[in-house]
């Protein structure tokens, strides 16, 4: 743990520096020592917390004009020599001695390049947290279980190994980085991906694809159906056929089925309906099946994933199954078993972590050469039914974080899972 956080603190050096950067820039002051400033042709030494870049040239360094001496907004980029010898020496861009008002400063030069880190974020030619010209580090939030996030970070491993392999994004090569919080990772990292730990919001970097159906937040771009979404699909599905009508079991659910609009649609108060919306727990699931023969009785996939294959094959048969993602022998088999790298555990966690990474992979190539968190928070809001071939077609927008809005419907077979329909959206 302490080593990977020393390395954490070494990968998060560039910043770092722009922080410090910006706090020399706002207030002069320099933890552990004062420094002194002059102003030119005058002998008087004044700390340098008492000319704070910010004070002449706006804390956005926008510029200022006061008392008709103009600050000018420090927006072009500045190579770092050039304003070495400005702040130390008041020598100009142009060569020349500036005008006698621009202090010039005791500053050493690492202080200096984390001023110029700072300036150069500020004008948004950042390199972001976690990139650097030759590297993109993106963090996996491990949680506290180690099988579960081993068969995860070797998926997502093996998607950036191809992706490397093959030039890299912007000849960068992307580099996974795990702990087992966000709050670790943060700042030394792009971005999070498929994270298993839930303290995304420790986190205000973009987390792509958590794998918790909770998560939620402005920077978190979730790739799971909300179960009411779910719900609407497989009632979508089941209006397809006009005599269809639908139950629900247990009573106690039926408020709460009965606020998704399509299946309110076919909810039938008395008499058989021809279909139970089984929303109880799993361990009634068999009772529920038997004490209604002939019936078809729909769930959702998460209600019935640990019964359904010791099922009698009548029972499978009338189950229809709603899934948040596709069946895992229907994913993309070849990519999933090639990148688990012999572990057959957890096939849909692999396969919605994979889809995940290939929805970062496809951003990080929208943001295109100048990464910033920013660019590639907008570059995620231009992905429009996405295809992984994993996980259904995702669609963000701005505002829109919850990338997958629907379901698949599936019947179960002995070994495996049957799609009924391509993916299904909630709404119209
Ligand atoms: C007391 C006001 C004042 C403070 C404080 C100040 N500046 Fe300036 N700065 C100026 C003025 C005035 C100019 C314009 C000088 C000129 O045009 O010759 C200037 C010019 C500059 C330039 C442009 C140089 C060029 O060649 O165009 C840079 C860069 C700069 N300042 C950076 C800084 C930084 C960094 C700090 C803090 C470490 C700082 N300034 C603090 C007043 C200030």
Redesign the pocket.
């Known amino acids: 743990m302490k080593l990977l956080l020393a390395m954490l603190a070494v990968l998060s050096g560039a910043a770092f520096g722009a922080e410090r950067g910006r706090d020399?820039?706002e207030t002069?002051a320099t933890p552990g020592r004062d420094v002194v400033?002059t102003?030119r042709g005058d002998a008087v030494e004044i700390p340098?917390r008492l000319?704070?870049?910010?004070?002449?040239?706006g804390v956005h360094a926008e510029g200022r004009t006061e008392a008709g001496?103009?600050?000018?907004p420090?927006t072009g980029n500045?190579p770092l020599d050039?304003?070495e010898r400005?702040?130390r020496d008041g020598?100009?861009?142009?060569g020349?001695?500036?005008?006698p008002?621009?202090?010039s400063?005791r500053?050493t030069r690492d202080e200096i390049a984390d001023?110029h880190a700072h300036?150069l974020r500020l004008n948004g030619h950042s390199p972001a947290n976690g990139v650097t010209p030759d590297e993109i580090r993106i963090g996996l939030a491990t949680g506290p279980d180690t099988r579960l996030s081993s068969a995860v970070e070797r998926v997502i491993r093996a998607a950036f190994e191809d992706v490397n392999a093959h030039g890299g994004i912007f000849r960068r090569k992307i580099l996974l980085v795990s702990g087992p919080r966000h709050a670790d990772l943060k700042g030394a990292t792009l971005a999070s991906v498929a994270s298993l730990a839930n303290d995304w919001n420790a986190s205000d970097q973009p987390v792509i694809g958590p794998l918790s159906a909770a998560a939620e937040g402005s920077n978190v771009f979730t790739l799971l159906p909300a179960e009411t979404e779910q719900w609407s699909s497989l009632c979508r599905y089941l209006a397809r056929d006009a005599r269809n009508s639908v139950q629900v079991l247990p009573e106690d659910q039926q408020r709460f089925i009965g606020s998704v609009p399509a299946c309110r649609a076919l909810l039938r108060e008395t008499g058989a309906a021809k279909t139970i919306l089984f929303a109880g727990r799993e361990a009634d699931l068999e009772r529920v099946i038997r004490a209604n023969p002939g019936r078809q009785i729909a769930a959702l996939h998460i209600a019935v994933a640990r019964t359904v294959s010791r099922l009698p094959e009548e029972a499978r048969n009338r189950l229809l199954i709603a899934c948040p993602a596709l069946p895992a022998d229907q994913a993309d088999p070849a990519a999933i078993d090639a990148a688990a790298a012999g572990s057959p555990e957890f096939p849909a966690l692999r396969a919605m972590a994979l889809g995940a990474a290939r929805v970062l992979i496809e951003a990080l190539k929208r943001a295109g050469r100048d990464l910033t968190q920013d660019r590639l928070q907008a570059a995620l809001e231009t992905l429009n039914g996405f295809e992984t071939g994993l996980i259904p077609p995702v669609t963000f927008g701005p505002g829109t974080r919850s990338g997958v809005r629907g379901a698949y419907l599936v019947r179960a077979a002995a070994d495996r899972f049957i799609l009924l329909s391509s993916w299904m959206t909630a709404e119209e």
Do not use: Q
């Open positions: 020399l820039f002069g400033a102003l340098a000319m704070a870049c910010a004070n002449c040239h001496v103009s600050a000018p420090l500045l050039v304003l400005v702040v020598i100009g861009k142009d020349k001695p500036l005008h008002a621009m202090p400063y500053f001023l300036l």
